[in-house]
């Protein structure tokens, strides 16, 4: 019992801190693709560990594959609007370069 | 601990609230909206009213957000109108005039002063004993479902149900009035993207099932057509977006079905009910569960298809002004 709290503890701490860390990068780093780079990436990584943290809390089969499901989800919503975004931003790139040169 | 929450909830949603309002940037004032959003449905769990919260988290920062979204896109790529100076445009478009503000301002000052009254007024006099909820769950074996907030909004406040699925598709007809009514042209052809194809397929039966189990689910628990209606609504927005419009695939009388079906069948079942020498809207006890089932399936697609068609009448109508002024461009 003790263990799996300390477990469910340590999970949740490594999840907010990817999450501090996703939120130093949108704030600190300089243009859009590493912002890009640093939520998704980071905040991913801390939805995972925080949900794993939540289904060895919680304990029942039924709820841990709810949790996994909306990280899953998650996954994939926030990297197909972040390789939207990226995609929108280079094609943006592309089209001033070329009135630039032209 | 749990008052610290609280706490911290409520200070946030005030805050984001000030941020959102005083914001410089319109973009900001956007994202700020959805953050408040989120804030707001968080609240509305620690309250104890999850239906709320699902609405909440589903209308006011799923549906607003992607019609704010595509408001946000025009006003990036509308080209500059008369000026040559991008630069006066740009100013002009996504920053606020703060002296133009005193007059809003001054109005929403006494209109939040209003509120404020009202709301001790209504803190104050919270009546002993919950008001009506004793009322609601006494009645609750007679009305067909389990849950006491589907049964206050499907059964025993059933007209106000019904005036709002109104109020829906009169702000469609809103929009087709904006924009006049050239509905549902099939769009130009977007650059077809494989992985956001893939992406929309995937997710569309995924949002399909878990719009008809939160359907189903509202007879026992937190959820019911508006909730279920928004994520069938998502359906038809993301399959827009794809490139795949369903208004303008389906046949038009199927679209307009659709959208006037809850309204309808609520009238109609009232009119029935009334000429059976019932009050509007008083179900039979046997039959309560069932018809509160078709009204809220039939509801949810109606809502589903409003949504979808005032995303699509706008994105559309965005579309074809920001075509004209590049092409007199």
């Given amino acids: 019992m003790m263990i799996k709290e300390v477990i469910t503890v340590i999970l949740l701490v490594v999840g907010c801190f990817f999450f501090l860390a996703g939120t130093l990068g949108v704030l600190r780093f300089p243009d859009l693709f590493s912002r890009l780079h640093a939520l998704t990436k980071a905040d991913n990584l801390g939805l995972g560990f925080i949900a794993a ?43 001033r370069n070329r009135k630039e040169e032209g | 601990m749990s008052i610290m929450i609280d706490i911290i909830l409520a200070v946030l949603a005030i805050y984001l609230a000030l941020q959102c309002l005083f914001a410089p940037r319109l973009t900001q004032t956007v994202f700020l909206f959805f953050a408040f959003g989120l804030a707001l449905a968080l609240a509305w769990v620690r309250l104890g009213a999850v239906d709320v919260a699902i609405t909440e988290a589903a209308i006011a920062s ?11 896109r025009d006003f990036s790529l509308a080209p500059p109108l008369k000026w040559d100076n991008l630069e006066v445009v740009h100013s002009s478009l996504a920053t606020k005039n703060p002296k133009s ?29 919950g008001g009506l909820t004793a009322a609601a769950e006494a009645l609750l074996p007679e009305s067909g479902v389990e849950h006491p907030v589907t049964a206050v909004l499907l059964n025993f406040r059933a007209y106000d149900t019904w005036l709002e699925l109104g109020v829906i598709l009169l702000g469609l007809l809103a929009t087709f009035a904006v924009g006049g009514i050239k509905i549902y042209r099939k769009p130009p052809v977007v650059a077809d993207d494989i992985l956001l194809r893939q992406v929309i397929l995937f997710f569309t039966p995924v949002l399909f099932l878990f719009g008809a189990f939160l359907l189903y689910f509202g007879k026992s628990g937190p959820g019911g057509a508006f909730q279920a209606a928004v994520l069938w609504g998502a ?37 029935f009910l009334l000429a059976g020498g019932a009050t509007l809207f008083e179900y039979p006890p ?28 706008l994105n559309q109508m965005n579309k074809e002004e920001s075509n004209q002024i590049e092409s007199t461009n």
Wanted: aromatic fraction near 12%; hydrophobic fraction near 60%.
């Fill in chain 2, 62 to 72: 799923g549906f607003l957000g992607v019609l704010f979204l595509d408001a946000l």
């Fill in chain 2, 101 to 129: 503000l005193f007059l809003p301002r001054l109005a929403l000052m006494l209109g939040l002063g209003l509120f404020l009254l009202i709301a001790l007024e209504a803190v104050w006099k919270i009546p002993e004993g």
């Fill in chain 1, 53 to 95: 943290g939540m289904a060895l809390h919680i304990g029942s089969p039924w709820a841990v594959l709810k949790i996994f499901s909306i990280w899953f989800f998650t996954l994939l919503a926030s990297s197909t609007s972040c390789y939207l975004i990226a995609r929108f931003q280079k094609e943006k790139d592309q089209a």
């Fill in chain 2, 235 to 271: 359906i038809g927005i993301l399959l827009h977006l794809g490139g795949r419009p369903v208004f303008s695939m389906i046949p038009r009388w199927l679209g307009q079905l659709s959208l006037t079906v809850g309204l309808g069948f609520f009238l109609i079942l009232g009119f």
């Fill in chain 2, 286 to 313: 046997a039959y309560a569960g069932v018809l509160i089932l078709i009204i809220e399936t039939l509801a949810a697609i109606s809502i589903a298809a409003a949504l979808t068609a005032i995303f699509a009448n």
